[in-house]
């Protein structure tokens, strides 16, 4: 087995704390260097000195396209076609919205179990405000494909299962969404940064996705949204935002979207936020997707290998085969909860998802087979010695 | 003429960049001591040693509410009652799609010409989208009141004209409004932190704002939404994103509106920009609103005064009378933009409003009279030697 694939892994690009191996990039990354630095440049110089005149002059109102152009390139967006703001949750509002309005003749949005909640929730918002008689029909993963026919408006999946991993064939999907005239929403949580995905080749109408998990650019860093380039200009914006009028400071009466991806923009950037992402960005420079994919999968089959080996009361969650996961591999166990709790005692990083799922991210940027092994020893001892049976391992944090 | 009112000016709470008289903390404040070091924290300690932990060992998921109370104080609100998070735009889509659903039977969305573009943006956009029939009315100021009757289902104001200053009368307003059964929304954007806002006296429902103006924490930081608290549990939010869920690691499949205020929270906070504020909210210990209030007026007077018997070309645009004023004065000039460049070309920075309208804010926490003095003789100076002339001066810069 390879322990590094082309440039990686970049474990000198990242701050990593002492004695944790961090299994947990799938929920918030770890702070790349240069992002502290680029903050404090943010703050101390352009605000402090610039003030106001930094909208022009840093061009902090540019940086949720340009910033935005840098995540593109992982996704297979072309430049352009991608703006930053606000969170995920809104992102699915924005996308939906304006899937409704290309399809009005149809009622039903089309998800699955595996999508997560708040995209669900954020449909079913959007569909009791409208008060128009849509319904969201939520199908098991595997029956997406045969679930989706003529009467269908929007089909709204996550790429990769914030739970198990599972991975959609995105070609597949969008191509049979669009043989009915359906219009195609993917959530890229867990795929930007983590997996090859080429928007443009999928055809795909609308993507929104995060940018404080694979792409480490900190708590409650901001979303994006694509927008296939020739429909862009063709919706009116719902989150009718005046940073996405044609022309803002013209403080007009009436809203007038601009171009393209531009109508997609909703209030003032967050602008520390966007400075932290765009130098979390630079950890990107060289690296290609295809590599994180082979390293990715080369971890995650060494995992599954030993903890199966090692550890069998963990029964795996995710598929077992490599091309139908993302970055990501969980294991069931009725007391995940607390043995994941006993795990980040000893520093080792992962999560728990209700009920049972005990779920680890690989992120071939930070981690190498020494980490995986090293961590499935833990694990183990863990185990042998039923330390999950502790009381202080069963105390519940509010976020889990 | 009072040099100061109680603890004010507080010139060395501030980073003020040296030659600079900054007229403009209406549009963004400057940088308040402790915000950098309290970034750098967040990222360099909190995010990197912590990592997802942060979430509890730092507060952050707690931090919107607690953070939001520290505004909640400036504005007569009580604990509980506010909540931060998104952009004011997002904040307005939320209360307004909220108060719709508080008045079923009736279609109009009062407003009036002075409210900021983006508010009466978003009103369009969710009319539109909501495709029931609902009618935004826009009327003068001044007409807001006799405007008032049993149609309306809302009325959506923002207290202090983002142009000329003129302050509404909250108490009166909010008061017809209930009269007639409509529900009251106000925008705080430049009043929160600059006049004083008794938002709990008032009983209206709704009240948005922004913190990156008087508040002073930074470009792109938080709005925050106050929803009063006997009607917040009431409302379906139609933003329902997982964290107003009422138990949001629960990962249940439908969504089910958290207690109170929570159910206005929507996608993951943005914690570096939250813990921004918090640090920014620190100046404000020990100052009352009445003597921000007072000093704003004292400076106010003052420039007036000056500015009209040694400019003047230069003539009010903003209410005479103080009482009817916020924290800014704002004159009309043919050749406002181009003075208003010479003027920040020679450190005196206000902003520029279309069609011809020269901005000032005044606030006390770092401004005192001398700076007043000075800024009018950089004016007046301007002006004799009609330096808004020059060629250079009359280019447009992206931001305005």
């Known amino acids: 087995m390879k322990d590094h694939v082309g440039p990686l892994p970049r474990k000198d690009a990242f701050t990593l704390p002492e004695g944790v191996i961090y299994l947990d990039g799938n929920s918030l990354g770890p702070l790349p260097h240069g992002v502290a630095e680029r903050v404090a440049k943010v703050v101390s110089q352009e605000w402090a000195t610039h003030l106001i005149r930094g909208w022009n002059v840093d061009d902090w109102m540019g940086q949720p396209v340009t910033v935005a152009d840098k995540v593109g390139r992982l ?8 703006v930053l703001g606000d969170t995920l949750s809104i992102k699915v509002h924005q996308a939906l919205s304006a899937a409704l309005t290309l399809c009005p003749d ?16 954020m449909a079913q918002g959007l569909i009791r405000q409208l008060g128009q008689g849509h319904e969201l029909r939520v199908v098991a993963p595997e029956e997406v494909e045969g679930a989706i026919d003529d009467s269908v408006a929007a089909v709204m999946l996550t790429h990769v299962d914030y739970r198990t991993g599972r991975m959609h ?39 929104v996705g995060c940018t404080y998990k694979y792409l480490n650019a900190g708590p409650g860093a901001p979303a994006f949204i694509y927008v296939r380039p020739d429909i862009a200009g063709q919706v009116y914006p719902a989150l009718a935002g005046w940073l996405g009028h044609d022309a803002p400071f ?55 290998a030993e903890v199966e080996a090692r550890v069998p009361a963990l029964t795996l969650a995710s598929p077992r085969e490599a091309a139908l996961r993302g970055s990501q591999v969980s294991f069931h166990f009725q007391h995940g909860y607390a043995a994941m709790q006993a795990l980040i005692a000893r520093g080792v990083i992962g999560d728990f998802r209700a009920p049972d799922i005990m779920r680890f991210g690989f992120t071939p940027l930070y981690l190498d087979a020494a980490d995986v092994t090293a961590a499935v020893d833990i694990l183990a001892e863990i185990m042998a010695q039923r330390l999950w049976d502790r009381p202080e391992y069963h105390a519940r944090s509010k976020v889990t």
């Open 250 to 304: 013209a403080f007009e009466p009436d809203y007038r979207p601009g171009p393209g991806i531009e109508r997609f923009r909703v209030g003032t950037p967050p602008v520390i936020q966007v400075a932290a992402l765009d130098a979390a960005m630079a950890v990107w420079e060289g690296v290609e997707m295809a590599d994180i994919r082979a390293a990715s999968v080369a971890l995650s089959e060494q995992f599954i």
């Open 106 to 121: 149809r009622k039903v949005v089309l998800s699955d179990s595996g999508n997560f909640p708040t995209d669900l929730y």
């Open 75 to 82: 996704i297979g967006a072309a430049p352009g076609t991608c």
């Open 169 to 207: 064939d995105m070609a597949r999907i969008t191509a049979r969404a669009q043989e009915v005239g359906a219009v195609m929403i993917w959530d890229l949580a867990h795929s930007a940064g983590a997996v090859p995905v080429d928007l443009t080749a999928s055809k795909a109408e609308f993507a």
